[in-house]
């Protein structure tokens, strides 16, 4: 089946540690997404990118990194600079042929600070 | 900047007791409107995607329909297995901008 995977479904990260979340998708899309959600608030858009080797800034970046050597794979690195990680982050991804294109998205990974 | 405003917040209706949801936006060149369904815990689900003033889209006991400042998901009949939070979206570029979501439960 196609479809994106995360992984872990929970992850626990004490004070100045980074963490890496994974996400993997088998959908041969080019465009892949990460996001955060908080309680409350529309899902914001951290990092994106749109073919492998490149990527772009989001509306909050600070505090993380990503990168994209496979087209299938866009790890997300949280830092510890980023001063309040705790949320549920979000992965999707997209064709990029034509003008409108469908995001879908994985199962998340919750991260909590200890 | 793009925003994106759902009403209401939350939403408790009876089986059977259809209503509707408002997603309200201002950007600038819509590329396409977006509503999906989330679980608690889990990822957005894709329902539809809305391209122009006028279109509509069914499925099953859902229908969406878009004007030039606002999108309506209508939800007929609704059962209890309805009950998730709705997220719409707009999108402009690459980018999608995310309201809040309305979250619906459907009580038997």
């Known amino acids: 089946d196609g479809g994106i995977t995360q992984s872990p479904k929970y992850l626990f990260r004490k004070e100045g540690q980074n963490v890496t979340l994974s996400c993997e998708q088998n959908l041969n899309h080019d465009a892949m997404y990460w996001y955060r959600q908080d309680p409350g608030q529309g899902l914001r858009l951290i990092y994106y990118s749109q073919i492998v080797n490149d990527f772009q800034k989001g509306d909050i970046a600070e505090g993380y990194s990503v990168s994209r050597e496979k087209k299938e794979s866009f790890p997300l690195t949280v830092t510890s600079a980023q001063k309040n990680p705790t949320a549920f982050y979000l992965c999707?991804?997209?064709?990029?042929?034509?003008?409108?294109?469908?995001?879908?998205f994985g199962p998340g990974t919750r991260l909590t600070v200890l | 900047e793009d925003q994106v405003t759902q009403s209401p917040e939350a939403l408790r209706l009876q089986e059977g007791e259809s209503s509707s949801l408002n997603c309200s936006y201002t950007v600038s060149g819509l590329r396409g409107l977006f509503w999906y369904r989330q679980d608690p815990g889990k990822g957005p689900e894709f329902l539809f995607t809305l391209y122009s003033a006028g279109e509509e889209k069914e499925k099953e006991r859902l229908k969406a329909t878009l004007t030039k400042k606002e999108s309506f998901l209508h939800i007929t009949a609704p059962k209890p297995e309805d009950s998730a939070t709705y997220l719409c979206?707009?999108?402009?570029?690459?980018?999608?901008?995310f309201g809040a979501g309305t979250t619906v439960t459907v009580r038997a």
């Open positions: 999707a991804s997209s064709g990029t042929g034509g003008s409108y294109n469908e995001q879908f």
């Open positions: 979206a707009v999108q402009a570029g690459y980018k999608l901008s």
